[in-house]
């Protein structure tokens, strides 16, 4: 059975930072590209990062470039979200999906982990 | 930004056919996905590629469309469709979504 597990979110204040990970099961994590996508409350959702099979290649949205790193560890079948310099627009839940295609759209995604940035 | 455009919300009755539709701001080709959201739970793939079934999706779901205009067919409608439905594009850069259209079952 696939399963994504989002974990390391919490309260934290702007100008701060917090990392995300993805745990990945039932499938071999190190064959597909993953994503990063959030939600803020009540609202829409909203692609954030993605990276390639390999981790050779990386991709953000421009609000998160340079503050928000994408990684991931296939020996531990875990992707990750290093955030930096957090702001209150940062607030989201973030979820962690698959591209099992390549096309660059999410076929499995996990229940998210939620992301509060407030003083 | 490519941006794209969706009815905020619809009510239909179960049995009946109902169609969601999605506008983009410019041309996406056929790259156009839709997700289903129920309160409280991630987003489900349902369509890609503007009219291919996801594996494991009911066929009462139908996608159509290319260019700018596209829409998602659930035909009949069924209790358990209560949700609100994303489209969203892969053929420009940045990746983005629709704001939803949140479907109620009468």
């Known amino acids: 059975e696939v399963q994504l597990v989002e974990s390391g979110g919490g309260l934290v204040q702007p100008g701060r930072s917090l990392k995300l990970s993805c745990a990945a099961s039932?499938?071999?994590?190190?064959?597909?590209?993953m994503h990063w996508i959030r939600q803020a409350p009540t609202k829409g959702l909203e692609w954030v990062a993605s990276i390639s099979p390999s981790g050779g290649s990386t991709y953000y949205r421009d609000s998160v470039k340079g503050r928000f790193t994408i990684s991931r560890d296939n020996a531990k079948s875990t992707l990750y979200l290093q955030m930096d310099s957090l702001r209150s627009e940062d607030t989201a839940t973030y979820y962690c999906a698959t591209d099992w295609r390549s096309n660059w759209y999410f076929d499995f995604w996990g229940p998210g982990t939620m992301v509060t940035v407030s003083s | 930004d490519t941006v794209l455009t969706q009815s905020p919300a619809l009510a239909v009755s179960p049995g009946e056919r109902v169609t969601i539709s999605c506008r983009a701001s410019?041309?996406?080709?056929?790259?156009m996905h839709w997700y289903q959201q129920k309160p409280g739970q991630q987003p489900k793939l349902l369509i890609y590629?503007?009219?291919n079934l996801e594996s494991g999706v009911p066929a009462r779901f139908s996608g159509s469309g290319s260019g700018t205009d596209f829409t998602l067919t659930i035909d009949p409608v069924e209790a358990n469709d209560t949700a609100t439905y994303f489209c969203q594009q892969s053929w420009n850069d940045p990746l983005t979504f629709g704001s939803g259209t949140k479907l109620e079952i009468k």
């Open positions: 039932g499938f071999t994590f190190s064959n597909y590209g």
């Open positions: 410019e041309s996406v080709s056929t790259r």
């Open positions: 590629g503007a009219s």
